[in-house]
């Protein structure tokens, strides 16, 4: 019963490097999404993707890539890190017209 | 254009007082409204949601109301707890297009004191 899994959970970059925040569901889920929480922000739409192959920009994609290429999982990769991509990160699934499962986040500290 | 507000960013009340959360959208094209709560270092879960045909939706002690014409939904918890204590997100979508999206608030956080 797994649900949205998100790894890793805590993750420290220096500035320019790159790296890969995993999600997976195992739901069938066709929907998934990524946003980003910081204070005051509330939870910011970064990419989402309605099946395999199909992904878009959100609210904040500057800086960020996703790809889908399987209906189960759901990468986002951080080109660059940047001190402005400091923030927790959340994966979510759904499937059309139900309530979205998000994962337990990645804490990820850009210095 | 932040297309939902949540325009108290804390609330505090008395254990088993009753609590209310207020948010606001602008996009017309939204046809339902979800409410997440989350605690501290974990994901935001699913509380209740309401379609926008409907004017109230209850589950147990948490309500939501939605004033269509105002744009204006309210979630209501009584009597309010002290693990009631979170932050409570508003969330929109449109159901009726091909994405599936939600939009977030910014979130209230509720402190319930016993």
């Known amino acids: 019963n797994a649900g949205v899994t998100q790894t890793p959970k805590f993750q420290v970059l220096k500035t320019g490097q790159s790296m890969t925040l995993q999600c997976a569901q195992d739901?069938?889920?066709?929907?998934m999404s990524w946003y980003r929480q910081d204070p005051g922000m509330g939870l910011r739409l970064i990419h989402y993707?309605?099946?395999?192959?199909?992904?878009d920009q959100g609210e904040v994609p500057n800086g960020y890539n996703v790809s889908r290429s399987t209906t189960e999982d759901f990468p986002l990769r951080l080109l660059s890190a940047a001190p402005s991509q400091t923030s927790v990160y959340f994966c979510?699934?759904?499937?059309?017209?139900?309530?979205?499962?998000f994962g337990q986040g990645t804490r990820l500290t850009v210095v | 254009d932040q297309q939902v507000k949540q325009n108290s960013p804390s609330l505090s009340v008395q254990e088993g007082r009753i609590s209310i959360l207020n948010c606001d959208y602008t996009?017309?094209?939204?046809?339902?409204f979800l409410w997440y709560k989350k605690y501290p270092a974990e994901g935001p879960t699913f509380l209740i949601s309401?379609?926008?045909?409907?004017d109230k939706n209850e589950d147990g002690r948490f309500t939501v109301f939605l004033n269509k014409s105002a744009k204006h939904l309210s979630l209501h918890i009584v009597p309010s707890q002290p693990g009631d204590s979170a932050v409570y997100f508003c969330?929109?979508?449109?159901?009726?297009?091909?994405?599936?999206?939600?939009?977030f608030g910014t979130g209230t956080l509720l402190a319930v004191q016993p």
């Open positions: 996009n017309s094209m939204f046809d339902y």
């Open positions: 969330a929109a979508v449109n159901y009726g297009g091909a994405t599936n999206k939600l939009i």
């Open positions: 739901m069938n889920h066709e929907y």
């Open positions: 309401i379609s926008s045909i409907k």
């Open positions: 979510a699934s759904s499937s059309k017209r139900t309530r979205a499962f």
């Open positions: 993707s309605v099946g395999a192959g199909i992904t």
